[in-house]
Nanobody, 120 residues
Framework: QVQLVESGGGLVQAGGSLRLSCAAS????????MGWYRQAPGKQREFVAT???????DYADSVKGRFTISRDNAKNTVYLQMNSLKPEDTAVYYC??????????????WGQGTQVTVSS
């Protein structure tokens, strides 16, 4: 069984910063891509950023230049540094990981979500 536990959300004023963390634990052989998604009230969940095990990154256009994704493979942890936050960044942020459980089995896992609220 694998669990993803997020932390670091909260309330911040526009222009401020937050750093989200997501730690994976359990029967993990290795982890391929890790990423962050978000869901604002009344909207569908959307992609924010992703990082491969080798460190290649990709970002949604809306966060490029403001957010930075990174990971610590030894700790099975992914981070999202969010700077210059805007009210439209307000959402529940979810961590995602493609976990390799064995040589023939990979499953996709989600965290429980952490609330980020940006006040104007």
């Amino acid at each position: 069984q694998v669990q993803l536990v997020e932390s670091g959300g909260g309330l911040v004023q526009a222009g401020g910063s937050l750093r989200l963390s997501c730690a994976a634990s359990g029967s993990i052989f290795s982890i391929n891509a890790m990423g962050w998604y978000r869901q604002a009230p009344g909207k569908q969940r959307e992609f924010v950023a992703t990082i491969t095990s080798g460190g290649s990154t990709d970002y949604a256009d809306s966060v490029k230049g403001r957010f930075t994704i990174s990971r610590d493979n030894a700790k099975n942890t992914v981070y999202l540094q969010m700077n210059s936050l805007k009210p439209e960044d307000t959402a529940v942020y979810y961590c995602n990981a493609a976990v390799v459980l064995s040589r023939i089995l990979t499953n996709d896992y989600w965290g429980q979500g952490t609330q980020v609220t940006v006040s104007s």
